[in-house]
């Protein structure tokens, strides 16, 4: 059996976080929360809010690019793809101040990735490598807009 390129392997399986056996999607989303993380110690931030920007734009075209090479290897959407997941949960990500707020987003995230309401699941019914992006870019939209309504709440 063929093996698949080793780049595309490499990003959309998250750096290997995709091959977790117990919840690879979950793992994906806790390193992508973890790398933001790292950054928010090094980072003020606006500069952080930039970067995290710059990851979603360049990740989802990465990932784009390693879904549509990995797809004959391993089906339509594959589980080990994480990606999507990494770059959905840097969307809310945007907008957390604070680790709280991030394991909010995580949560959040989850949530909407999971139980796919709100024309999630019609985009994740689509074929092909950018759909399998843009269900997860959607739930991360959702997760952003509730994180939003708690910081205002938050913030009186």
């Given at each position: 059996m063929r093996q698949p390129p080793l780049l595309p392997v490499i990003i959309g399986t998250g750096f290997g976080a995709g091959f977790w056996p117990w919840g690879p999607g979950t793992a994906g989303s806790i390193?992508?929360?973890a790398i933001w993380f790292g950054m928010s110690f090094t980072f003020s931030q606006t500069p952080l809010t930039i970067i995290t920007a710059l990851l979603i734009v360049v990740f989802t075209a990465l990932g784009t690019w390693a879904t549509h090479r990995l797809q004959p290897y391993w089906g339509e959407d594959p589980s080990r793809v994480v990606v999507d997941e990494m770059v959905g949960v840097w969307t809310p990500l945007l907008l957390a101040e604070n680790w709280w707020m991030a394991l909010v987003a995580l949560v959040l995230f989850?949530?909407?990735?999971i139980l796919k309401p709100l024309g999630i699941r019609a985009l994740d019914r689509r074929q092909g490598a950018f759909w399998v992006m843009a269900d997860d870019l959607l739930a991360g939209v959702y997760a952003a807009f509730v994180l939003l309504i708690i910081?205002?709440?938050?913030h009186g």
């Open positions: 390193l992508a929360t989850r949530f909407f990735d910081r205002l709440l938050a």
